[in-house]
């Protein structure tokens, strides 16, 4: 009944409503069955065939479970957080459950899908775990928790690349866009509070290089950040840190997390502009000094503040991952684009690939944006 | 009588750019007394109280605080700090912290109280300013009134030895101004040193041991609220409060 009331005051209002609402509604349906009709009568073997190379390129196949391991530890890690910092509502799990079914959906056989029951188990398990330390307070929880977010990083490239991983260089697909994104994401947060902060500074010299620094990476196209590594860095610094034989993966892996790091920067210090001054001068008064206050007062408001910015930002970086086929790097958009062009049988199905490479972007993207909302309605409660 | 000196104040100027805020200020205040400070804004009375624990930086003269001086030296300042407590006008609570930790952090992270200390003192404290039951709240929740005691219960709990109060009742509404004041009232009452920049009048002649008046960066008068409201000397502290009663 709700549903008829809405009907009637929302799209049949008035006869500009109406109007309106025809409108949409043959428009929505003529996009709608074009795209339909192109699902259902396209033939997509092309993408069960390429399964595996979309999603990993041509990491070895008998190496796989190093990324499963991988993306276990990710997800127990990201559930144990979401554990940690806020209960999940049962209107927000279906939506992720139902975003997350498409790609699985596409993407599993029957002999992954005891893998992923596995990480899924795993996963609501920490989360439960980490929900229940919350409420008996603990105060170990917050340490372990920062404590595993900070091993992840080396532990990542240990299981990897050590004791005979794969070659960088045949790192390719969705993982690639994936495992760049959370580097650049983790790596350049700090650096960015970091800078943000040099940039508040007062101690002029840090205030001069963190502007240089921030403005230089600004200043030009991720493109350009790309092909600099490319060509010049080689050059540019001879030998020093053995920079020619660093693998290209990992250059893009400083260039991504270097140029996230300055626009994250410049979010985070209007974060920190919106703090009144009378919040620091309380902390003063009271005694804290300035570090303290920093950590106590300032950095968690301002942080606060920017959270949607911030997570757009990430969403901004993870798409932005796609250009790394400037440096021949096989990524999952340069995957999509080579299937066509390389398989005879699948010559020129360019909209079957795209289609798929841009859902998984979707998926991911609104999932990112969906937890920002939640993580702002979480906060507004205690404003 | 044999009174101690907790503030003593020479000749202590502060430029804002080109702007004279204090053109040489000489006061004691002595331990145990109720200072209230009046003056048209502007008239650099705010900006006194200020320079005492350092929120702005005198440019020239002594401040010394119960015998410590301020100067460049953190250790000093750190010891005025612990010693002078300071309530603002709008009541600067932090907004992301619960009321009870409000009060609790600078204890706990500048005395290293543990926290179940910590959290006694506050409760008494709260208990004190009479809103023991806001502990759990978040400062949007309060209304002014209960801030501003919370503020005042904050500054408590770093047990100062004279408090700073900058028109804390300013930026309230008129109904909630009592309940602030009676605070500060048993606040005076129990001995503590406090100097107020305010224009409660009321509570200013009830409690004020004495009065300095305000003018263009200078003290224009001091004296008894008696002196004040009975025989005034000077002329802009006639019109001054010719204006305010």
Known sequence: ?383 | MNKKVAIEAKEVTKLFGTFEALKGITADIYEGEVVVVLGPSGSGKSTFIRTINGLEEHNSGTIKVNGTELNNNVKNIEKIRSEVGMVFQQFNLFPHLSVLRNITLAPQKVKKLPKSEAEDLAMSLLERVGIPEQAKKFPSQLSGGQQQRVAIARALAMQPKIMLFDEPTSALDPEMIKEVLDVMTELARSGMTMICVTHEMGFAKEVADRFLFFDEGLIVESGTPEHFFENPQEDRTKLFLSQIL
């Open chain 1, 1 to 383: 009944m709700r549903i008829v009331i809405w009907i009637k005051e929302n799209l049949l209002g008035s006869k500009i409503d109406i109007l309106m609402t025809l409108i949409s509604a043959y428009f929505i349906y003529f996009i709608a069955s074009l795209f339909l009709n192109f699902v259902f009568t396209t033939d997509w073997t092309l993408i069960q065939v390429n399964r595996k190379i979309l999603l990993v390129g041509l990491f070895p196949e008998e190496q796989l479970w190093r990324i499963w391991t991988v993306f276990s530890i990710f997800s127990i890690l990201i559930s144990a957080t979401i554990g940690y910092l806020y209960k999940l509502k049962l209107r927000n799990s279906i939506f992720y459950i139902l975003i997350l079914i498409i790609p699985f959906l596409i993407f599993t056989t029957m002999n992954l899908l005891v893998n992923v029951l596995i990480i899924l188990f795993f996963s609501i398990i920490s989360y439960s775990v980490f929900y229940y330390l919350k409420e008996k307070k603990l105060k170990i929880t917050s340490r372990i928790l920062l404590l595993s977010w900070l091993i992840f990083l080396p532990t990542l490239f240990f299981i990897l690349i050590l004791f005979g991983g794969p070659k960088v260089t045949l790192w390719g697909g969705f993982f690639v866009n994936l495992i760049l994104a959370v580097i650049a994401i983790l790596a350049g947060f700090p650096l960015g509070v970091f800078l943000a902060l040099g940039r508040a500074s007062s101690y002029q010299v840090i205030k001069l290089v963190s502007i240089i620094f921030i403005e230089t990476f600004r200043g030009a196209p991720l493109i350009a950040w790309l092909f600099f590594a490319w060509f010049v860095l080689p050059n540019f610094l001879p030998n020093l840190f053995s920079l020619n034989d660093i693998n290209l993966v990992i250059r893009a892996m400083i260039v991504l997390s270097l140029f996230s790091s300055a626009y994250i920067a410049e979010v985070i210090r209007g974060g920190l502009q919106s703090i009144p001054k009378g919040q620091k001068e309380a902390a003063t008064a009271l005694g804290l000094n300035s570090i303290q206050e920093l950590l106590f007062i300032v950095l968690p408001q301002a942080l606060r503040v920017v959270i949607p910015a911030i997570v757009s930002t990430f969403i901004a970086i993870f798409k932005d991952t796609s250009l790394v086929f400037i440096l021949g790097i096989t990524d999952l958009l340069r995957i999509g684009r080579l299937i066509p062009e390389q398989q005879q049988e699948f010559y020129g199905k360019s909209i079957e690939t795209l289609l798929v490479v841009a859902l998984l972007f979707w998926v991911v993207s609104i999932v990112l944006s969906q937890v920002s909302r939640s993580i702002e309605e979480r906060l507004n409660v205690s404003k």
